[in-house]
Structures are given as C-alpha cells and as structure tokens.
T-cell receptor, first 113, second 113 residues
C-alpha cells in the first residue's frame, strides 16, 4: 500500500513551457486535491475532485488545469508556466464521507525560470 | 471559512509536554477542529481531530474548550521528531464543503535536546 505518490519529485521549467504533474493513490479514495505551498506559507488549494470525471476550482486555480479520468489518478497541468508558479505542489486524497484525515503525497518541487 | 489564530512559533525541551494553542472564535456548528503537522521537506500529516469532546490518539491529545472557541493540541512528551509546523484547521463537515482544508501559517515548534 503506497498511499499517495507524486511524479516527478523535482522539475525545472522555462517560462512558457508546459508540464503535467501526476498524483496517484491506491486507497480507492473518492476525493482528491491539489495544493501549492510557497516559502513560509501554508498550503493553498488549487483544484479538487469529488470523484472520477469531476473537478472543481479551489482558491488559486488560475494558470492550472486538472483531469480525473481514473479514480486513482489526478493530473495537474500547467499549459504555459510562469515564474509565479514556482512552488511545491502537494496532492492529497480522502475517503468519501470521512470525518478524518486527508492523506498527502511527498510533494513536487517545481522551479520556473 | 472560519479562521484560526495560532502563535507563529513555540519552543519546547525534549521529553517535556507541549501545549499548542489555537483560537477559533467564529467556529460554526458543523466545523470540526483538525490538526495537521508538516515535518521539514515533507507533506502534511494528520494528527488528530474533534468536534466537542476531548480526543486522544497515539500521537497527541486534543482539548476543546466548552464554548469551542479555542482548542489545544497536547504532545505529552516531545521528541526531536516532533519538530514541525503544526496547523490548526476548521473543516466544515456538512458535506457541501467537500471536506476542503484551509491552511494558515501554523505554529513552528522547535524541540531542544
């Protein structure tokens, strides 16, 4: 049981390049979330999904797109990266109806130059 | 979302108890009090949560004021591994919120050997 995994762990992009971050969970959780964390700050919600085929915007969605084609995977895309998107990105998952914990992945450190 | 207020930092000595306070004067009836912590260079991890009664688990205890406007996370014997940023978060459990977490800056706990 790997929990929540994220690919890649590190990435450097040039301004204007695109990339996709992959989040995978093997716990059969319905809910999945993408957060970003800037230095010295708490996490901010980008997008989330309440089930396969559904996504919704969070607090800071601009510049990002997401897809949830399979229940276990949640993809975060940057179509045209900007230096302001330099951050650490965390994915999390949660069982439907759960009063308890979100399980977080180890994070992806992204630098946009 | 109802907000929480935490001290920016706290210090403790190893093997001593630690009391981490959190104020949440605008808490609503459907808000659960959640605590997460983030070890250096890792994703957040769940610590404990509660609604009205005090809660204990293997990691910590949560003491909730009778009026629910404040709470305290208690680490009974701090270890060096407990050095982390601790986040107190109010999570709406009404279902319509989709169980989103709103992170503040948290409390940076330093544990001295």
């Amino acid at each position: 049981n790997a929990g929540v995994t994220q690919t890649p762990k590190f990435r450097v992009l040039k301004t204007g390049q695109s990339m996709t971050l992959l989040c995978a969970q093997d716990m059969n959780h319905e809910y999945m979330y993408w957060y970003r964390q800037d230095p010295g700050m708490g996490l901010r919600l980008i997008h989330y999904s309440v089930g396969e085929g559904t996504t919704a915007k969070g607090e800071v969605p601009d510049g990002y797109n997401v897809s949830r084609l399979k229940k276990q995977n949640f993809l975060l895309g940057l179509e045209s990266a900007a230096p302001s998107q330099t951050s650490v990105y965390f994915c999390a998952s949660l069982r439907s109806g759960s009063q308890g914990e979100q399980y977080f992945g180890p994070g992806t450190r992204l630098t946009v130059t | 979302d109802a907000k929480t207020t935490q001290p920016n930092s706290m210090e403790s000595n190893e093997e001593e108890p630690v009391h981490l306070p959190c104020n949440h004067s605008t808490i609503s009836g459907t808000d659960y009090i959640h605590w997460y912590r983030q070890l250096p260079s890792q994703g957040p991890e769940y610590v404990i949560h509660g609604l009205t009664s005090n809660v204990n688990n293997r990691m910590a205890s949560l003491a909730i004021a009778e009026d629910r406007k404040s709470s305290t996370l208690i680490l009974h014997r701090a270890t060096l591994r407990d050095a982390a940023v601790y986040y107190c978060i109010l999570r709406d459990n009404s279902g319509g919120s989709n169980y989103k977490l709103t992170f503040g800056k948290g409390t940076l706990l330093t544990v001295n050997p």
